[in-house]
């Protein structure tokens, strides 16, 4: 008898997240753009050096963009001012640094700072994706032996097999901040979750 089965399953992996990446930046208010790409291009700069002062590796700071507008009066056309604006992307390896980092990086730049964005990461997702893959087969392979057992069947070779990507890494995550001063993260769970879909051949009898 010709045929197969076809199931799907679902598996997922868990691990403490072990870096955390900051979006920071500055803008800054001026005149006229030169001014005001100066004063950006300076603070964002004393930013890096904060960071690095703090044990940020070059590799882990990235500038990720920078640019100037015009400011316009309230009302109408009138060109009243520019402001620039540069931001970082800074990866940090240790989360209890994150609430010194922030403090420096206040007391470097003052209120042109912008913080967009404090997330938890693992610096290499493979192990955990590998883990979620593995579960999801099980799942796959121990829902199609209970269909093969109801159906009265038994499982042959594998016939094909995909990988359905869901969205990436979900991570559950924390985050309390107050002051800068006060500012720290809750590692909570980095959570993969990965579907597969296995088609089975039916194993065949001979009698």
Do not use: C
């Not at 979006?23 to 753009?33: H, T």
């Amino acid at each position: 008898m010709d045929g197969h089965l076809e199931v799907s399953g679902t598996g997922r992996a868990s691990a403490v997240p072990d870096v955390v990446r900051l979006q920071v930046g500055v803008r800054v208010e001026a005149d006229d753009v030169s001014s005001a790409l100066a004063g950006a291009g300076s603070r964002a700069a004393g930013l890096a050096q904060a960071a690095r002062d703090h044990g940020v590796a070059a590799t882990d700071l990235r500038t990720t963009d920078t640019g100037v507008h015009p400011r316009h009066a309230l009302e109408g056309d009138t060109v009243v001012g520019y402001t620039a604006y540069q931001n970082l992307s800074v990866t940090v390896r240790d989360a209890d640094l994150v609430g010194t980092l922030v403090d420096a990086f206040a007391g470097v730049a003052g209120n042109a700072l912008t913080i967009d964005h404090i997330g938890l990461d693992v610096a290499d997702p493979q192990p955990l994706l590998a883990r979620a893959r593995e579960a999801a087969f099980a799942d796959a392979r121990a829902k199609a032996e209970q269909y093969a057992a109801l159906a009265g069947r038994e499982l042959g070779k594998v016939r094909e097999l995909w990988d359905v990507v869901p969205g990436g890494p979900q991570p559950r995550m924390a985050m309390m901040a107050s002051r800068a001063a006060d500012t720290s993260v809750e590692l909570g769970e980095h959570t993969v979750t990965t579907t597969v879909v296995v088609r089975w051949d039916w194993k065949q009898t001979h009698g």
